[in-house]
């Protein structure tokens, strides 16, 4: 009995439910403008790779297209290189290397071996392989993670999110 003269939420019902990311970003991802994916995802990958970039390493995607298609967050990146740079079109790539948001951290992070990921097919090359195995290798051949500077804190933290999940 309660002797207050009103009702008193129980606190199991006024607090939040845990966050879900794949349902939060399934969620707001069709919501957020192309512009602002593109510039964010852009400014990101560019300052990450501003070395390989001007030495080069990335001609091989100069007019080709792959995607980085992320299935269990219903998310599609496709990129390209333009003038040294990379960019995220609208178009599906030639290449597409396919795998949950679980497999693409840990190839980032490099927290697993990028062989093992395929040979395990837990990230799949579809369409023009060659072009998917040259950017593998590619981003393989790196000496460190891609978990350096603000691409490296958004990994990390993911990271951590996924420990917990």
Not at 42 to 68: C, K, M, W, Y
Not at 88 to 104: D, K, M, P, T, Y
Request: glycine share 8%; hydrophobic share 45%.
């Amino acid at each position: 009995m309660s002797l207050l003269p009103f009702a008193v939420p129980r606190p199991s019902a006024v607090l939040p439910l845990p966050i879900n990311l794949e349902h939060l970003i399934r969620l707001l991802d069709p919501k957020v403008p192309f512009i602002i994916k593109q510039r964010v995802v852009e400014s990101l990958l560019n300052h990450t790779f501003a070395e390989p970039l001007q030495e080069g390493e990335f001609d091989v995607l100069e007019g080709r297209r792959i995607t980085l298609a992320i299935a269990d967050l219903g998310i599609a990146l496709s990129l390209t290189l333009e003038a040294q740079r990379l960019v995220v079109c609208r178009e599906l790539g030639e290449a597409i290397i396919r795998g949950g948001w679980r497999e693409f951290l840990c190839l980032a992070t490099r927290r697993e071996d990028p062989d093992s990921l395929f040979f395990q097919r837990r990230l799949v090359i579809e369409g023009d392989t060659e072009l998917g195995l040259t950017l593998k290798n590619l981003l393989d051949g790196r000496e460190e993670s891609f978990a350096q500077g603000r691409l490296g804190e958004v990994l990390i933290g993911l990271e951590r999110f996924a420990r917990r999940a």
